[in-house]
C-alpha cells in the first residue's frame, strides 16, 4: 500500500513541481521556433515562478502548525494525493529543463506543457482538499484556477498553430 505524504512532503513536492515547471518553460522558450510562442513560454515561466513563492508560503504557514498533519477525514485522499504526485511528469525525478530538450518540436513542447498543467490540476486539486483555508487552502484554490488557465491556452494554441 502506497505511503501518505506529510503536509511540509506535499507542499514540498508542490515547489518542486513549479520550479521544474520554471525550468521547462524556460528552456521551451530558447528552443521555439516562433516569436509568439517564445512569449508565451516566457509568460508561463513567470507565473510558475509566483506560484513557487506562493507554495513557500503555505509551506511556511503548514509548519508553524503543531501537527503538521494534512487535515482530512477521508483516509484514502492524502494516499491518493500521494500517487498523484508519483504519476506527475514533473516528479518521476524529469527537470524542467531536460524534458524540454527532448522535445523536437514547439508542438511538442506545447504537448509536454499541457500534460504538465493538466499533472498539477490533479495534484493540486487534491491537496487543496487537504490544505485548511486559513493555511493556504484558498490560495491553493486560485492556483487550480490559474493551471486550468493555462490549460485553455495551450489547447487554444496547439488548435491555432495544429
Not at 505524504?5 to 515547471?21: F, H, P, R, Y
Not at 520554471?22 to 513567470?46: Q, S
Not at 493551471?147 to 491555432?160: A, G, P
Request: aromatic share 6%.
Amino acid at each position: 500500500m502506497t505511503e501518505s505524504l506529510s503536509a511540509d512532503d506535499a507542499v514540498s513536492i508542490c515547489i518542486q513541481v513549479e520550479k521544474n515547471g520554471l525550468a521547462f518553460y524556460r528552456a521551451a522558450a530558447k528552443a521555439a521556433d516562433r516569436a509568439g510562442m517564445r512569449a508565451l513560454f516566457e509568460e508561463l515561466a513567470g507565473m510558475e515562478e509566483d506560484h513557487a513563492g506562493l507554495f513557500e508560503q503555505i509551506r511556511k504557514d503548514l509548519k508553524a502548525r503543531k501537527d503538521g498533519a494534512l487535515d482530512s477525514r477521508d483516509k484514502d485522499l492524502p494516499l491518493a494525493l500521494k500517487s498523484a504526485a508519483d504519476s506527475h511528469v514533473f516528479v518521476k525525478g524529469l527537470d524542467g529543463a531536460a524534458a524540454a530538450k527532448k522535445c523536437r518540436t514547439t508542438r511538442d513542447l506545447l504537448e509536454m506543457a499541457l500534460r504538465f498543467e493538466k499533472d498539477s490540476v490533479v495534484y493540486f486539486a487534491a491537496l487543496h482538499s487537504l490544505v485548511p483555508a486559513g493555511l493556504g487552502g484558498k490560495d491553493i484554490s486560485v492556483l487550480v484556477t490559474e493551471e486550468l488557465k493555462h490549460i485553455t491556452v495551450l489547447n487554444d494554441k496547439i488548435k491555432e498553430i495544429y
